[in-house]
């Protein structure tokens, strides 16, 4: 009877990792690099949905110009992820939202189930968090590490006050969502070694390939921003200078 039991036990176990090994490791999606295109040509019924950004405003009026927002793509192949784009004119892939149904491996190699993930499993999971982050018109508290990782609490506004933080009541909370972003701009400049000034189109950053398309006979002016002017208005994306141009 001891036998059979622990052939039972073994046999689970050989079950338990053959799952966890067939689970999604998103260190197979490099961000920056991964295109739309790939993703269709994996799954062509890949499908446009739309998101809730948990780091920002309902409202929609604030941006975050690291990743198209409110927009993502997801595919019956990866459960629990949706990828999103550069910018709207680009196919790269910027960022990855995981939902509650994802249950793999983060790009680190972590090991996460999004059903039973709970706020004080990221604490242990990780050294040096920014905790309980808040746009202040959010809906979650965050905790990120690195400012590419980001995890996700359901706020009880219930709870009063709001703040200082109820941190044993959050801490037993499940994390709602995770957040993984990659700045492309700075990646393609690092990796590329070029050196190209920041293009703004009636407000707008755009990319060299819209600029190249524009006619002419469409703009009305242009004016060149340089070194701590640039950067004084576009932040560290106009250290390189800038090219505001705008259309008739």
């Not at 969502?177 to 707008?204: A, F, H, Q, R, V």
Request: aromatic share 12%; charged share 30%.
């Amino acid at each position: 009877m001891k036998q059979f039991i622990i052939i039972l036990s073994l046999f689970a176990s050989l079950n338990i990792y053959s799952q966890m090994s067939d689970a999604i490791k998103l260190s197979d999606f490099k961000l920056c690099e991964l295109t739309i295109d790939d993703l269709k040509k994996r799954d062509p019924e890949l499908k446009q949905v739309k998101i809730e950004e948990m780091n920002l405003c309902s409202d929609g009026f604030v941006q975050d110009s690291r990743f198209d927002n409110r927009i993502g793509y997801e595919s019956k192949l990866y459960p629990g992820v949706i990828f999103q784009k550069y910018q709207s004119d680009l196919n790269i892939i910027a960022k990855i939202h995981l939902t509650k149904d994802f249950e793999g491996y983060l790009p680190d190699g972590n090991y996460v189930d999004m059903k039973t993930l709970k706020t004080s499993d990221i604490l242990k999971k990780y050294n040096n968090l920014n905790k309980w982050t808040s746009k202040g018109c959010s809906d979650y508290w965050g905790i990120n590490k690195d400012k590419q990782l980001y995890f996700y609490v359901k706020i009880n506004k219930s709870k009063k006050p709001q703040y200082p933080i109820d941190e044993k009541y959050y801490l037993e909370q499940l994390v709602d969502g995770i957040d993984i972003i990659s700045d492309c701009y700075s990646y393609y400049e690092n990796n590329t070694g070029e050196i190209k000034p920041l293009y703004i189109l009636d407000g707008k950053e755009i990319s060299e390939e819209i600029l190249k398309a524009l006619k002419p006979e469409n703009i009305k002016s242009v004016n060149i921003l340089k070194d701590k002017n640039a950067v004084n208005k576009y932040g560290e994306k106009g250290k390189n200078g800038v090219v505001e141009i705008f259309l008739k």
